[in-house]
């Protein structure tokens, strides 16, 4: 995949499936079928507009602002988002339901680290997801630093050069998951642990599921975590750490709507997830995505056009505590429904507003991460990326991180793909070249926080992204075909679009 920019008019994709997913016999490929694709995507990507969708954002806004600031998985404002979602589907006249389950949900309720001597001052802070919690008040206690090697912190044995009772363990990044290293902090002794990035920015991570925390644990950055360790080459350091974390079962509901008509065995989807972090109202993550899929499910439902095939949407929760919407979805699925998906499209941070135009990289060709996707996910990155050549709009490739809901469609063999404006990866300056912004700056500098509000869109990006959903619809709605064509590996520079490492959901980090 090359960052590109063509001049050619528009031309919708003529999409379809991979051979073990492919269009059942006599589907979507007449030349009726090409009309009505070319004629509905034209009509979409025409008709549904980010001004119009900006209206689905201010609604969000308004659900976060009068609930406690956030729409999170199993929260008032998600319960509220979701209502909101399903009303104006039902208005549209599709088929709506909900699909209810049981998750863990956490919110943070501290979070704080202060070095108390020799020399006083702040450091920030993050809980990890599943951390056990310090008393109110938290624990005051000398800092020991765990010695650096491959496997930082991972084994008994990297204890052994000090006396961590009652400690709090100082404990760099990489070689094995989180919980790992605090597990054998805990074996050690030590009251509590601190773990520094390897890389550039805070450290959001995750102990991966519940009851897996043994010690209060938090994430800190690189460079706080190696000023630590400056300061404890000079003598002892004495902190104050506190870290509190509520966590319970709860019931949250995916929101998910077709169209009445359609041919089952050639069901496409497009989802979404609808809810935000408990740090702030989410209006980028993931309400971008999920305000530009809900207007063109609106602008379809408007159109003269019957689709003759199935189209869904789906908006999806607790994406944030590790894409259990869409887990529980796929899971759902008898072996005859997975079998009547044609394909998943992905929208996620569709309007970051330092951002890059990414392509997810379904044929894996730009070497970056994991492999490719299932087969037929290279022909929609290749079609969304002839949409967007056809528009003049660059772009470039982005690794199948698992990082958002793509990941159970692709575990059972889904072709997979999607578009994504980045989080918290920097953009590079050949980058800010390609695409304006800044350089060295976060891709949205708001990411997980309460800044991502209105004021943190990019409305340039949310009307690109918004009608390549608008045409992919329109050309899926009828003909499925494009997915059977070859594609020629097309590699660019390639990226993760965000932080890297392994992830149990949308910026959760479990390990190096």
Same mark, same amino acid.
């Given at each position: 995949?090359?960052?590109?920019?063509?001049?050619?008019?528009?031309?919708?994709?003529?999409?379809?499936?991979?051979?073990?997913?492919?269009?059942?016999?006599?589907?979507? +490929?007449?030349?009726?079928?090409?009309?009505?694709?070319?004629?509905?995507?034209?009509?979409?990507?025409?008709?549904?507009?980010?001004?119009?969708?900006?209206?689905?954002?201010?609604?969000?806004?308004?659900?976060?602002?009068?609930?406690?600031?956030?729409?999170?998985?199993?929260?008032?404002?998600?319960?509220?988002?979701?209502?909101?979602?399903?009303?104006?589907?039902?208005?549209?006249?599709?088929?709506?339901?909900?699909?209810?389950?049981?998750?863990?949900?956490?919110?943070?309720?501290?979070?704080?680290?202060?070095?108390?001597?020799?020399?006083?001052?702040?450091?920030?802070?993050?809980?990890?997801?599943?951390?056990?919690?310090?008393?109110?008040?938290?624990?005051?206690?000398?800092?020991?630093?765990?010695?650096?090697?491959?496997?930082?912190?991972?084994?008994?044995?990297?204890?052994?050069?000090?006396?961590?009772?009652?400690?709090?363990?100082?404990?760099?990044?990489?070689?094995?998951?989180?919980?790992?290293?605090?597990?054998?902090?805990?074996?050690?002794?030590?009251?509590?642990?601190?773990?520094?990035?390897?890389?550039?920015?805070?450290?959001?991570?995750?102990?991966?599921?519940?009851?897996?925390?043994?010690?209060?644990?938090?994430?800190?950055?690189?460079?706080?975590?190696?000023?630590?360790?400056?300061?404890?080459?000079?003598?002892?350091?004495?902190?104050?750490?506190?870290?509190?974390?509520?966590?319970?079962?709860?019931?949250?509901?995916?929101?998910?709507?077709?169209?009445?008509?359609?041919?089952?065995?050639?069901?496409?989807?497009?989802?979404?997830?609808?809810?935000?972090?408990?740090?702030?109202?989410?209006?980028?993550?993931?309400?971008?995505?999920?305000?530009?899929?809900?207007?063109?499910?609106?602008?379809?439902?408007?159109?003269?056009?019957?689709?003759?095939?199935?189209?869904?949407?789906?908006?999806?929760?607790?994406?944030?505590?590790?894409?259990?919407?869409?887990?529980?979805?796929?899971?759902?699925?008898?072996?005859?429904?997975?079998?009547?998906?044609?394909?998943?499209?992905?929208?996620?941070?569709?309007?970051?507003?330092?951002?890059?135009?990414?392509?997810?990289?379904?044929?894996?060709?730009?070497?970056?991460?994991?492999?490719?996707?299932?087969?037929?996910?290279?022909?929609?990155?290749?079609?969304?990326?002839?949409?967007?050549?056809?528009?003049?709009?660059? +772009?470039?490739?982005?690794?199948?991180?698992?990082?958002?809901?793509?990941?159970?469609?692709?575990?059972?063999?889904?072709?997979?793909?999607?578009?994504?404006?980045?989080?918290?990866?920097?953009?590079?300056?050949?980058?800010?070249?390609?695409?304006?912004?800044?350089?060295?700056?976060?891709?949205?500098?708001?990411? +997980?926080?309460?800044?991502?509000?209105?004021?943190?869109?990019?409305?340039?990006?949310?009307?690109?992204?918004?009608?390549?959903?608008?045409?992919?619809?329109?050309?899926?709605?009828?003909?499925?075909?494009?997915?059977?064509?070859?594609?020629?590996?097309?590699?660019?520079?390639?990226?993760?679009?965000?932080?890297?490492?392994?992830?149990?959901?949308?910026?959760?980090?479990?390990?190096?």
């Amino acid at each position: 995949m090359a960052v590109v920019a063509a001049t050619a008019l528009a031309t919708p994709l003529l999409l379809g499936a991979a051979p073990s997913h492919g269009p059942s016999h006599g589907s979507g +490929h007449s030349k009726g079928a090409l009309k009505e694709a070319v004629k509905l995507s034209r009509e979409l990507v025409k008709n549904a507009s980010a001004r119009d969708a900006y209206r689905h954002l201010q609604q969000f806004q308004a659900i976060a602002d009068s609930a406690d600031g956030h729409r999170a998985a199993g929260s008032l404002g998600h319960d509220a988002s979701a209502a909101y979602v399903y009303r104006q589907l039902q208005r549209s006249g599709y088929q709506v339901s909900y699909q209810t389950f049981r998750f863990p949900y956490t919110e943070t309720l501290a979070e704080k680290l202060a070095v108390v001597s020799p020399t006083p001052r702040d450091v920030t802070i993050k809980a990890m997801t599943y951390t056990p919690s310090t008393r109110v008040g938290g624990l005051t206690a000398g800092l020991v630093n765990v010695p650096v090697d491959d496997t930082s912190g991972c084994e008994a044995s990297d204890y052994a050069s000090a006396n961590f009772t009652g400690k709090i363990a100082l404990i760099k990044r990489g070689g094995c998951p989180f919980a790992d290293k605090q597990a054998a902090a805990a074996e050690a002794g030590a009251a509590g642990a601190v773990i520094y990035n390897n890389t550039e920015g805070l450290l959001s991570g995750t102990l991966g599921e519940v009851g897996a925390g043994r010690i209060p644990t938090g994430g800190v950055s690189q460079e706080e975590g190696e000023q630590l360790v400056a300061d404890l080459a000079g003598g002892e350091v004495t902190v104050s750490f506190e870290v509190r974390q509520l966590q319970e079962e709860r019931t949250t509901r995916n929101v998910i709507a077709e169209t009445r008509g359609g041919k089952a065995a050639n069901t496409v989807v497009l989802g979404a997830h609808l809810d935000s972090v408990t740090e702030g109202p989410g209006i980028n993550d993931n309400g971008s995505g999920s305000a530009g899929l809900l207007e063109v499910a609106q602008e379809l439902a408007k159109s003269k056009s019957k689709p003759a095939n199935k189209v869904r949407f789906a908006w999806w929760s607790a994406e944030e505590n590790g894409l259990l919407g869409s887990e529980a979805y796929v899971a759902g699925l008898s072996e005859k429904q997975r079998q009547q998906i044609k394909l998943y499209l992905n929208f996620d941070m569709i309007a970051s507003p330092n951002g890059v135009q990414f392509v997810y990289d379904g044929d894996d060709s730009d070497g970056v991460g994991a492999g490719p996707g299932p087969e037929g996910s290279a022909q929609l990155e290749r079609d969304i990326n002839k949409f967007l050549d056809s528009k003049g709009k660059k +772009h470039e490739g982005t690794d199948f991180t698992g990082r958002s809901d793509y990941g159970p469609f692709i575990e059972v063999g889904i072709p997979s793909g999607g578009t994504f404006t980045g989080a918290e990866g920097i953009k590079t300056a050949a980058q800010a070249r390609t695409y304006g912004g800044q350089a060295d700056v976060a891709y949205d500098p708001c990411y +997980h926080a309460a800044c991502d509000d209105l004021s943190n869109i990019s409305m340039r990006h949310f009307d690109v992204n918004i009608d390549v959903i608008a045409n992919a619809v329109g050309t899926y709605a009828h003909d499925l075909r494009s997915l059977t064509r070859p594609v020629k590996p097309d590699p660019s520079t390639g990226t993760p679009g965000s932080g890297g490492g392994l992830h149990d959901g949308h910026g959760h980090e479990v390990t190096e």
